[in-house]
């Protein structure tokens, strides 16, 4: 076994596989955020506390209706997607023709309504979600012990996450969705309903966040509070990725957050944080636009991000289709 | 709906000789201070201003003709909320005496307040060793535990029965470190190695890379020098990940019993601390817990409850033989000359440091199959006798110790 | 406005009116950037909370009288602006906000590992020590005086700049950059210093409330602070004159009776900032002035 920066080979390889574990699960929530903000052009503040309703979803189910996770993971995001839409319909859609950080600051004060609504009926203890027997136990992979769970999120969470990427970058659907965002008077014309499609889709965005947060209830504490400690890294990941880019997200939260995260943390402990942070900042610099095109998503943002598109609306064309 | 907390008055009957007394404004007022809604809820919360109202009942105050009024309050694990609170208290609403605090940081800003006003600070929640060290004040008297008990009770006991070969996971703040050094040092002394260390952030939320290296290390005990929610994850994925089953024992360093309750025996099994109190270890404790359970949801009474009881009865005590409780330095010096005597705790005493003496115990968490009933989770390992469980006195650097 | 805050400590509880104070003056300069110039910053608490650090320390450690403990924490946090403001200025709107909001959050985690500041138990015992070597601030009223002293002053300071060339031209650049630009001003420059006049405000009121408090701790630079800002500024009214204060007065009034109900203050909080977004978008002041036809 070899030594990189001290570390042993076999340590090593067990910290790049818990990075990677952890890092599919924020790509999930990033994911859900990414949506969001890439076709709706709205900051979901909320996402966290969607997160958090997702995990009490599947909490309830359980001790309520007596089901288990494998029903959680399909009714838990179809409810609080429910919900998401409900919230769109009553809220955000008389905030589209504002400023964009209304958005923000109405999903904000969602969040802290969330959040402290949970927190007065529960409390911040947390409360107890088993892993499901299907999937309890681990592989002793030789150089870590891999609980079967965490290996399931995994597959899982790439599977969504490469499924929605394809709905949208590739498939009818989501052309309409990419267009709606772009011209939403020009597509209407077309006779498609515009306003329907982006309330399903916000709805899609919270429903994402609350799969995410049925598939962290059998491993983190299911707590009111555990929407509030992710969701700024989660901006960190959807902002490095660059805005509004799905595969950006799914690719940075994979890899980059994962294994900063924990290497981080092993090398420099809670310097990391401020590693993600600086990141953070630096991507706001001009080079984000070439990684942006490189990703092959440039199409996605919004013309007024690109300092030389403010004036000419053929930066960003209309795809056909 | 959740009750209001603050000035909840229970305004326990006037008498009529209370003309005969001397006390601020006619009524003694306990402040009750706590998390109400946050991680520390079920093992102080609203649990102690019943355990409060309980030691006032159980005193007789009524009978004495003594008028005592209890106010709880959230200081929500801030010390900025705290101390306003106390502030307030104290200024506005004259409060007496401040009990319980949990969250050493919190309980260190209150310490100050309330030697500045010269009231009286009876610290049952909070963990701090340099409450009765260097922070100590002829205001304050700290009563349940401390991280200094903690470390010993837990730390050289597991070393003493074969658990030599340490690492820690420590949350990465003050308490965390303190735990971690005070605990360190005892396990070296009595023979024992340390033999890795990490920092986890504050608060945080997975810990699998953390407790990838505690396997790694092969050390014998895993402690953790963290608290609250952060022990219960910890707790959690280390089953998850095979810890226990490996062979590897995990010594949770500050942990409750309402920590075992919320992780269940399944996975909470073989998990070994100290504590000052257990609700099941006499009929004394068994007879207070079936008046408190059902005043509390059914949550049985903490170590943190059961201080706050003794606490306020030794307060009271006090306050009548001093027909007064307008100085608070007074007050505690009383508490201090008297020895202690109530149902929970026995006998003890109060040192001139501010420290309350009392045995500690260690306590292993029952497998499943032991367990006789719900809350029915430990069993006794040791009782560390009264005059080791704490630190010397010489030893703290408190300035009211004349060496 | 000056002569109601001079009669209030005889009616309400002194220590409760300087902390609604200080947060008023952290919401005047926060309105300063959003008002004025059009830039949401959601990483405010930053120059809040790390000037109250500075000047706690100041005054504890080094041992400064409470007027260079507060000039040294205002110092702090101009500095913190301005490098803030160079890596932030250069983006727009949301972009803008993630920004401040990374590296407040940077700043908050530095804070908690930082051994000066003793992370979670914060800097207690802050000595508040003799105003120019003469006036003993451990009373309440000379305490009080002080600083609404210092609000005035700086409510005043606040105003000269709104109302000066400097301020117009800062309006100008949130009606119409390119076209500020076009007419020649650098308008780069002029959000810089904006942002470190603001910076340095939010300081002031950081090193004076941990001097009224005598404790700074992580909640200061913690982000839900610069939620509370904010909501201050919204309900008052955003880009008025007074809007902050009054923001800032309704939200600590309270948060006090909230106490008592633990939880339900961030329901409530929350329910503001809904209602505000969505229906009271020009917040008290604002609509006050609307109905009354003036400009507040």
């Known amino acids: ?30 994911l859900g955020l990414a949506v969001i903000f890439g076709m ?55 905030l589209y023709k504002l400023d964009h950080l209304y958005g923000l600051l109405l999903t904000f004060g969602l969040a802290l309504i969330f959040e402290g609504t949970f927190r007065n009926f529960f409390g911040s203890s947390g409360l107890p979600y088993s892993v499901p027997p299907a999937l309890q136990g681990g592989q002793n992979l030789g150089f870590m012990f891999l609980p079967n769970y965490r290996g399931w999120v995994v597959v899982f969470s790439l599977a969504v996450c490469l499924t929605t990427w394809f709905v949208i970058e590739r498939t009818k659907l989501g052309s309409y969705l990419r267009a709606a965002t772009e011209n939403p008077a020009l597509v209407r014309a077309f006779g498609i309903n515009v306003p329907r499609m982006i309330t399903l889709t916000y709805g899609f965005g919270v429903a994402l966040a609350a799969l995410a947060g049925v598939m962290a209830a059998p491993i983190y504490n299911v707590s009111p509070q555990m929407g509030a ?65 490189c990703a092959g998503t440039a199409r996605r943002l919004p013309s007024w991000s690109w300092p030389h598109c403010s004036s000419s609306r053929r930066c960003s064309p209309i795809p056909s289709f | ?53 309980m030691a006032v009942e159980d005193f007789g105050a009524a009978a004495k003709g003594m008028k005592v009024e209890i106010v709880g309050a959230d200081h929500q694990n801030k010390p900025d909320v705290g101390s306003n609170v106390v502030r307030t208290w104290i200024d506005v609403d004259k409060v007496d005496v401040i009990v319980d605090v949990p969250t050493s940081s919190v309980a260190l800003a209150v310490n100050e307040i309330v030697r500045d006003k010269n009231k009286v600070f009876l610290v049952s929640g909070a963990a701090a060793s340099d409450l009765t060290g260097p922070k100590c004040t002829p205001n304050t008297i700290h009563w349940t535990y401390d991280t200094w008990a903690l470390a010993n009770g837990t730390g050289k006991a597991i070393v003493k029965t074969g658990g030599d070969t340490w690492f820690f996971l420590t949350a990465d703040y003050a308490f965390g470190h303190a735990l971690e050094r005070d605990t360190a040092a005892v396990v070296e002394k009595n023979g024992g190695k340390v033999v890795g260390r990490v920092r986890h952030p504050f608060p945080g939320t997975d810990f699998s890379s953390f407790l990838l290296q505690a396997q790694a290390s092969k050390a014998k005990i895993i402690g953790l020098a963290n608290a609250g ?75 943190v409850h059961a201080g706050v009881y003794s606490a306020v009865t030794h307060y009271l005590k006090a306050v009548e033989a001093l027909k007064s409780d307008a100085d608070g330095k007074a007050v505690v010096a009383k508490m201090k000359e008297m020895p202690t005597d109530d149902k929970l705790f026995g006998k003890g005493e109060v040192r001139a440091d501010g420290r309350k003496i009392h045995p500690m115990y260690l306590f292993e968490v029952k497998k499943p199959a032991e367990s006789k009933a719900p809350w029915d989770y430990y069993k006794l390992r040791a009782t560390i006798p009264a005059d080791e469980a704490f630190r010397p006195l010489a030893d703290g650097g408190c300035p009211l110790v004349k060496s | 406005m000056a002569s109601l805050l001079v009669l209030a400590p005889m009616f309400a509880y002194p220590v409760f009116l300087m902390k609604a104070l200080c947060f008023a003056l952290f919401a005047c300069a926060f309105n300063l950037l959003i008002g004025y110039v059009g830039l949401l910053s959601f990483g405010h608490a930053l120059f809040f909370g790390w000037a109250s650090y500075i000047s706690a320390h100041a005054a504890k450690v080094w041992g400064l009288p409470p007027e260079l403990a507060i000039l040294s924490g205002a110092a702090a946090a101009a500095g913190l602006g301005a490098i803030v403001g160079a890596l932030a200025i250069r983006r727009q709107g949301i972009y803008f906000a993630m920004i401040t909001l990374a590296l407040a959050q940077m700043m908050y985690f530095f804070a908690v590992q930082a051994p000066f500041t003793h992370g979670e138990d914060g800097i207690q015992a802050v000595p508040r020590g003799k105003l120019f070597g003469l006036i003993d601030l451990a009373d309440q009223t000379n305490m009080y005086v002080t600083v609404l002293v210092i609000f005035l002053g700086c409510f005043l300071l606040i105003y000269r700049i709104i109302n000066s060339p400097f301020g117009e031209v800062l309006k100008a650049i949130r009606e119409n950059e390119p076209r500020a630009i076009s007419l020649g001003y650098r308008s780069e420059r ?46 008052g ?34 329910v503001i900032f809904v209602v505000c977004v969505l229906l009271f978008r020009r917040g008290i002041i604002g609509e006050l002035a609307q109905v009354l036809r003036v400009k507040l």
């Open chain 1, 1 to 30: 076994m070899f030594e990189l920066f001290g570390i042993s080979s076999q340590a090593l390889f067990g910290q790049l596989l818990i990075g990677l574990i952890n890092g599919s699960f924020y790509a999930l929530l990033s």
């Open chain 1, 40 to 94: 709706l052009n709205i900051i979901n503040f909320a996402h966290g506390a969607q997160y958090m309703l997702g995990a009490f979803a599947a909490y309830f189910l359980l001790q309520y209706a007596g089901l288990g996770y494998w029903w959680a993971i399909v009714l838990a995001p179809i409810v609080v997607g429910i919900t998401g839409i409900i919230i769109e319909r009553l809220f955000l859609q008389w």
């Open chain 1, 229 to 293: 400690n992710l969701i700024i890294v989660v901006f960190a990941v959807v902002v490095i990725g660059g805005m509004g880019s799905i595969m950006g997200a799914i690719v940075t939260g994979f890899i980059q957050h994962g294994n900063i995260h924990h290497h981080g943390d092993r090398a420099f402990d809670t310097a990391s944080r401020p590693v993600r942070k600086e990141r953070l900042a630096c991507s706001a610099s001009p080079r984000r636009a070439a990684i942006r095109r």
């Open chain 2, 1 to 53: 709906m959740k009750r209001l907390f603050t000035l909840t008055a229970v305004a326990v009957v006037f008498g009529c000789g209370y003309a005969q007394a001397q006390y601020t404004d006619g009524t003694i007022k306990i402040g009750v201070m706590n998390d109400m809604s946050g991680t520390y809820s079920d093992l102080s919360g609203q649990g102690s201003v019943i355990a409060a109202r």
């Open chain 2, 229 to 303: 929610s952060d022990t219960i994850n910890s707790i959690k994925q280390a089953s998850e990940f095979g810890i226990t089953q490996s062979g590897q024992n995990l010594a949770a360093l500050l942990a409750f019993i309402t920590d075992v309750h919320a992780l269940g025996l399944q996975t909470a099994q073989g998990l070994i601390m100290t504590e000052a109190w257990y609700w099941d270890l006499n009929d004394a404790n068994r007879e207070f817990t079936k008046k408190f359970a059902p005043q509390f949801k059914g949550v049985h009474p903490t170590m």
């Open chain 3, 190 to 235: 002029y959000k810089l210093v904006a942002f470190v006049l603001s910076a340095t405000f939010a300081g002031v009121a950081g090193a004076t409330k941990a001097l009224v408090f005598q404790l700074a701790s992580l909640t200061d630079v913690d982000w839900p602070m610069s939620g509370e800002v904010i909501l201050m500024t919204l309900v």
């Open chain 3, 237 to 270: 009214g955003l880009g008025t004159l007074f809007g902050p204060v009054a923001g800032a007065f309704f939200v600590v009034t309270l948060e006090n009776y909230l106490t008592t109900i633990g939880q339900w203050v961030f329901v409530v909080q929350g």
